[in-house]
């Protein structure tokens, strides 16, 4: 269970963040969220499919990750074996917050950082003599080089998230999004079977209009929905990573 709280100088001033990508910290995960403002890092190392959330039922873009739940194929004895992380995934122990604004009108929230303060990645530095992990406070209490790029981190998020609502919108107006499964045979003779997931709708997206292509493009998103096509060339080297690791 995560147990998120407000991060703040004077709570967490000892605290580092243990960076090394493994299991242990929770990165064996089969797929996560993405945002089309990172479409273009993810699609060179990640098939980028459409997945709908089990409470909210929203559709949200996906970096697939494995074939199988708990599996993640970039992970190694060395670390992440791609040359890009998602974001959703780098954000790790924090995330952003919302608190009472009393400079905004009446029920106004303002976004605030927060930390997991169960995280497995949280080393305490007061309690332990050494110098494991990133710092979150400087000596003179300013954040660290490491904390700002973080906060940078979750501003695109935020952004990314609101960004995703458009997308999506625009997607299903269309129809452009239908769902999919794949079935992979690997070299032992043993299936996976992904299903749960879309993707683009190719042939609806060859029969739109051409204004309709514009007002995409001019949205930034006819862009993206390309990019997520391009990215199915990434299921081999996958499967490759998964046949490799067979016994």
């Known amino acids: ?32 969220m993405t945002f089309p403002m990172e479409f273009r890092d993810i699609q060179s190392c990640y098939p980028i499919f459409f997945c709908k959330d089990s409470e909210s039922g929203q559709l949200y873009p996906a970096a697939l ?50 930390i997991d303060s169960d995280s497995p990645r949280l080393i305490d530095s007061a309690d332990k003599d050494s110098e494991e992990g990133e710092i979150l406070f400087n000596q003179d209490a300013t954040p660290s080089d490491f904390l700002q790029a973080t906060i940078g981190t979750l501003e695109s998020i935020h952004r990314g998230l609101e960004h995703n609502k458009g997308f999506i919108a625009a997607l299903l107006e269309h129809e452009l999004l239908e769902s999919f499964s794949l079935k992979i045979t690997l070299n032992d003779g043993s299936n996976n079977e992904l299903k749960g997931f879309y993707t683009i709708a190719e042939q609806k997206l060859q029969s739109l209009d051409g204004d309709t292509l ?28 998964k046949n490799a690791q067979l016994p």
Do not use: C
Request: overall charge neutral; aromatic content about 12%.
């Open 1 to 32: 269970m995560s147990n998120y709280k407000i991060l703040s100088k004077e709570a967490h001033k000892d605290l580092r963040v243990n960076t090394v990508r493994s299991a242990e910290y929770g990165d064996n995960i089969m797929y996560t």
């Open 65 to 114: 990750l494995g074939f199988e739940q708990d599996e993640n194929l970039f992970l190694s004895d060395s670390g992440w074996d791609a040359s890009y992380i998602p974001m959703m995934v780098r954000r790790h122990p924090f995330l952003i917050g919302f608190q009472a604004d009393p400079d905004g009108p009446e029920g106004a929230t303002k976004p605030v950082v927060s």
């Open 214 to 241: 514009a007002k995409f493009n001019a949205q930034g998103y006819l862009q993206s929905i390309y990019m997520a096509i391009a990215s199915f060339a990434r299921l081999r080297p996958m499967i490759d990573k």
